[in-house]
């Protein structure tokens, strides 16, 4: 029994140093997809048509905060051995409602569901660790 205890130990830490090799190319993989975006952004700011590259960039933009925010999510998972907090998780439930709040609020039901979900997370985050400082 000692053996297969021994065994399940050596083979968990080997998925785990995999698991975070695997987030580490997955990282790097990220910020080359990141600077990758980062040019056709610089390329619409010096476009002519005006109308057409605003909507462009504020695409763009998306995209790269989209790439941005994942790599800041690895980032955080290699520092933790592979973990991410829930408080890092609910601020990047936030930020992403935002981002969505700012680029598409045309329907008065939709920018209402989203304001309501930002202020649930929110809440959440602010029980979370109102709790964790009392632990």
Known sequence: MKNFNKFTAKFTRLLQNLLVVA???????????????LIP?????FST???????????EII???????????????LRHHGHTSINFLLGLGVTA?????????????????TSASILVLVIAMIIFNKNLRNM
């Open 63 to 77: 995209v790269f905060f989209l790439f941005f925010e994942f790599t800041a999510m690895i980032i955080s998972a």
């Open 41 to 45: 952004l610089c390329q619409s700011l």
């Open 23 to 37: 987030i580490g190319l997955l990282g790097i993989i990220l910020i080359i997809l990141l600077f990758r975006d």
């Open 97 to 113: 409602l935002i981002r969505s709040l700012i680029t598409s609020h045309s329907n008065i039901w939709s920018t209402l569901a």
């Open 49 to 59: 048509k005006i109308e057409e590259s605003n909507s462009e960039i504020m695409s």
